[in-house]
């Protein structure tokens, strides 16, 4: 009978390739994942069956961290500026808490290799924002453009307000507000 798979093993191969891919990028080793998890290589592999499968599961990780920043106080029934800025300001918030999560994603997402069924899982629980999107787009709210460009929209301004905030601490509200400020004024028609 074969034992049961570890779910701490399992959590300390996703931080560590978290890790790993934050500092190295996808050319990341199943050996240094493995090693900085203080497991041996072959452990990684009765996890995970290939390094594809360890990049769509640690996606998805990554993807329900973030969810679980933005969706539990999610105003649904809020004005769309509103339940932008809430949008903007947790995302912004889990990257400035969670920097080794944040980079990690951004270089996942970047790298080709996440597959489109993978991308559509990890989008489910976003789905009263695309919902939200799509609404303030038919009533003329925000530009008329594809739900997929105004999302890279406000992950490119919020990212650029991370990085910002990250370098300039000391004024990280007024950052922070500018940051929206500036995604308002490029979105809203």
């Not at 300390?12 to 998890?37: C, D, K, N, P």
């Not at 599961?57 to 999610?74: G, H, R, T, V, W």
């Amino acid at each position: 009978m074969a034992r049961p798979l570890s779910p701490e093993k399992r959590n300390a191969l996703l931080q560590s390739a978290t890790r790993a891919i934050a500092e190295h990028g996808v050319q990341a080793t199943t050996a240094s994942i493995a090693r900085a998890a203080g497991v041996a290589e072959g452990t990684l592999f009765t996890y995970f069956e290939n390094k594809e499968a360890l990049f769509q599961e640690l996606y998805l990780n990554l993807k329900q961290s973030l969810a679980e920043a933005i969706m539990p106080d999610y105003p649904h029934e809020a004005g769309y500026r509103q339940r932008m800025a809430h949008i903007f300001q947790c995302y912004v918030g889990w990257g400035l808490d969670n920097a080794e999560q944040h980079a990690s994603l951004g270089r996942l997402s970047a790298s080709g290799l996440v597959l489109d069924e993978t991308r559509i899982k990890g989008m489910a629980e976003f789905l009263p924002i695309s919902r939200m999107m799509e609404m303030a787009v038919r009533e003329n709210v925000v530009v008329g453009a594809p739900i997929e460009l105004l999302t890279s929209v406000i992950e490119s301004l919020a990212d650029t307000t991370i990085d910002y905030v990250n370098k300039y601490p000391e004024g990280a509200d007024r950052h922070r507000e500018l940051g929206f400020h500036l995604l308002w004024k490029a979105l809203s028609v």
